[in-house]
């Protein structure tokens, strides 16, 4: 059980957490829909059916929501959160959330899409940055202050100084 430092963090704002959102979406449409088309070929595309049948509920739901859960459990972060240098923690201790947060957390993203997603807008007005899926399940998204970004140095590189 890692804790985090505070004095090193600060909580992922909204914009930080719509770019994570973004790089998920993407990945994800990336996995499913190949794999949509492999079991139900084209005609997937141009049917009007909401599920075409236990496949397409495993594929388009069951997968995303396991895989984003094991994430969170196993590195505290989906591609996206890492790709933008944040994680998520448990509200009171900065430890990795368990199972049961990461399940909650999860279903808590369908309470707080449901009302025209303001429990998702509610991040960038609330004191500690948390969705209501965050206030839900007890967690937070924290950054290293100053973003992502970090400095790089090259051990081989020669250097110039009269440059």
Excluded: N
Excluded at 44 to 52: G, K, V
Excluded at 69 to 97: E, Q
Aim: hydrophobic share 45%.
């Amino acid at each position: 059980m890692t804790v985090v430092d505070e004095a090193e963090y600060e909580y992922a704002g909204f914009w930080a957490r719509v770019g994570a959102a973004l790089i998920d979406t993407v990945l994800t449409i990336c996995l499913t829909l190949p794999l949509l088309r492999l079991v139900y070929g084209e005609g997937y595309w141009e049917s009007e059916q909401f599920l075409l049948g236990p496949a397409d509920f495993l594929i388009s739901y069951v997968l995303p929501a396991v895989a984003v859960i094991a994430f969170w459990v196993a590195r505290g972060a989906t591609p996206g959160k890492m790709a933008v240098g944040a994680r998520v923690v448990d509200a009171r201790t900065g430890a990795k959330p368990t199972t049961g947060q990461s399940i909650g957390r999860y279903l808590g993203y369908y309470v707080s899409t449901i009302p025209l997603g303001l429990g998702l807008i509610w991040v960038a007005f609330d004191p500690r940055k948390q969705g209501w899926h965050d206030k839900l399940a007890g967690t937070v998204v924290i950054r290293r202050k100053g973003g992502a970004a970090r400095p790089v140095s090259f051990e081989g590189a020669a250097r110039d100084t009269k440059s």
